[in-house]
């Protein structure tokens, strides 16, 4: 109980952090500002407002933090997590993919003892290390994610295009580039709202190779839940050729 309670205390005060107009990505660490922002498929907006707050550590190193973000678009909305870092070092963190974290909507930044501790368990919380779970990543400074930088406006653009031959003309959508695998393929996550606003949003998963083309068949998939949906995710991945595991250097993407 007292978990929960401190926990919506903390994320009250940054809701309040967050509401009024404030530069990008305030208060951040930049470690677990990456973690959360490739890992949350919706946990990056260009024009967002991020938080990071340590929660706790276990005796192995690995962090427990709250993300916040707030995304002052054309569809407003706000992102609460907790997420998971494995490891970290002074260029890089690890995390196990897909599994790392949980969210909630912004009216709702309440997260009970069971889903708290189903995310430790997942994450191996106060035991041994499991390095063969890690996934690791680049550190990006500043809120500033470069692997976004290439081809961000044509994807979304191109991930907006298959959701709308999806829902029609009567929706408007925004696609956010969420991911980039080891073999360039991206993970968009594309939210829709209603020009008539008495239906309720819909979220999707689009998956494009690195030329733009869809991944197959299925490579746009509807969202069943909009805040848990790690399962879906992942199986999402696994269904449309996804390469888990480390992705490229800075060093690395710069060679070719």
């Known amino acids: 109980m007292k978990r929960i309670v401190y926990l ?29 922002a490739n890992a949350i498929p919706n946990g990056y907006a260009a024009h967002g407002a991020a938080n990071t707050k340590d929660l706790e550590r276990d005796d192995y190193g690995r962090t427990l933090f709250v993300y916040t ?27 196990y993919e897909d599994f790392c974290f949980i969210v909630k ?3 709702d930044t309440t997260f009970d003892e069971a ?63 969420s991911d980039v695998d080891a073999n360039g393929k991206m993970l968009l996550f594309v939210r829709c709202w ?11 998963f689009v998956m494009l190779e690195p030329d ?4 197959g068949e299925s490579c746009c998939e509807e969202i069943a839940s909009v805040y848990q949906y790690q399962a879906q995710l992942h199986a999402f991945k696994e269904k449309n050729g996804w390469t888990f595991g480390d992705r490229p250097s800075a060093e ?5």
């Open 69 to 95: 973000m707030t995304a002052p678009d054309d569809a407003y909305y706000e992102l609460y997590a907790l997420v998971v870092c494995q490891q970290r070092d002074e260029k890089r963190v690890a995390y």
């Open 115 to 177: 889903m708290v501790a189903a995310l430790m368990e997942q994450n191996d919380w106060g035991r041994p290390l499991q390095a063969e779970r890690m996934i690791w990543r680049d550190i990006v400074q500043g809120g500033k994610d470069s692997a976004r930088s290439i081809g961000y406006l044509e994807s979304a653009l191109l991930a907006e295009g298959i959701v709308s031959g999806i829902v029609g003309s009567a929706w408007e959508n925004d696609a956010v580039l």
């Open 194 to 204: 209603p020009k008539d606003v008495r239906e309720s949003t819909k979220r999707y």
């Open 212 to 215: 733009g083309s869809c991944a």
């Open 105 to 107: 909507d912004g009216w």
């Open 8 to 36: 919506s205390m903390l994320l009250a005060v940054l809701l309040t952090s967050t509401a009024c107009e404030l530069p990008p990505y305030r208060n951040v660490d930049d470690g677990l500002f990456t973690i959360a």
């Open 252 to 256: 690395g993407q710069a060679a070719h």
